[in-house]
């Protein structure tokens, strides 16, 4: 059985596969609460009991749909960065948001499909956040992770020398964080091409690691 999705050939495509696949162009086009299972059951051409014999509920095929679509804009592997000092932690996760903003990139083109206006891929993230408890526990508990880790790379930096700053570990490493999300996400609404993204980064990161290196913010 094939089965052809937003413009990519995929194979053999489960029925499970294909109900979370087209079930996703309705949740980028409506929010979560006016999506309907009849809608769902429409678009997909499944009957009710198929629907329930893969999922109990639309929560929990919601909840498939951002794993499977947009956890890895959020959910990020901290532990894997280098801890030799904070730049080169930086710039691991510069490495990583690259990655996250190319595969938006191609999972918005792809999905978009010359609708334009139609489509709305911040949507379902919000929707979840806000309707969705174990999405919102499993971004709750990713934030504290991520300030963690940064305020462990903060703390080794500090600890090394290599960074000197009245702020705590906690506030400095709030910063990167928050500057990193909001370059982000403007980089993403200007349309900004993904190759020129890490400089953007690179270029706000360095200079604030400076200022903490000599103690004096620009």
């Known amino acids: 059985m094939v ?3 937003t413009d990519r050939l995929v194979c053999f495509m489960n029925t499970r596969d294909y109900l979370i696949s087209e079930s996703l162009k309705l949740f980028l086009r409506k929010s979560f609460k006016d999506v309907t299972l ?4 429409k678009i997909t051409g499944l009957s009710k009991g198929a629907f329930y014999y893969y999922f109990k509920s639309k929560e929990q095929l919601f909840l498939e749909i951002i794993d499977t679509y947009f956890s890895y804009m959020v959910l990020y592997d901290f532990e894997s960065y280098s801890k030799s000092n904070l730049r080169q932690f930086y710039l691991d996760h510069i490495r990583d948001l690259e990655k996250a903003v190319s595969q938006f990139e191609l999972e918005k083109d792809s999905l978009a499909g010359g609708e334009g206006p139609n489509i709305n891929f911040f949507y379902p ?3 979840a956040l806000r309707l969705v408890p174990a999405f919102s526990e499993k971004f709750r508990l990713a934030r504290q992770n991520e300030i963690r ?11 090394s020398g290599e960074i000197s700053s009245t702020m705590s570990d906690e506030q400095i490493a709030l910063i990167f964080i928050f500057t990193g999300n909001s370059i982000g996400l403007q980089l993403i609404m200007e349309n900004c091409p993904v190759d020129k993204m890490p400089s953007a980064y690179l270029q706000f990161w360095d200079n604030f690691y400076a200022s903490l290196k000599t103690n004096k913010m620009p």
């Open 125 to 127: 993230i919000f929707d």
């Open 149 to 159: 880790c940064w305020s462990e790379a903060v703390g080794r930096a500090r600890k």
């Open 38 to 41: 009849e809608e769902i059951l």
């Open 3 to 5: 089965y052809k999705f």
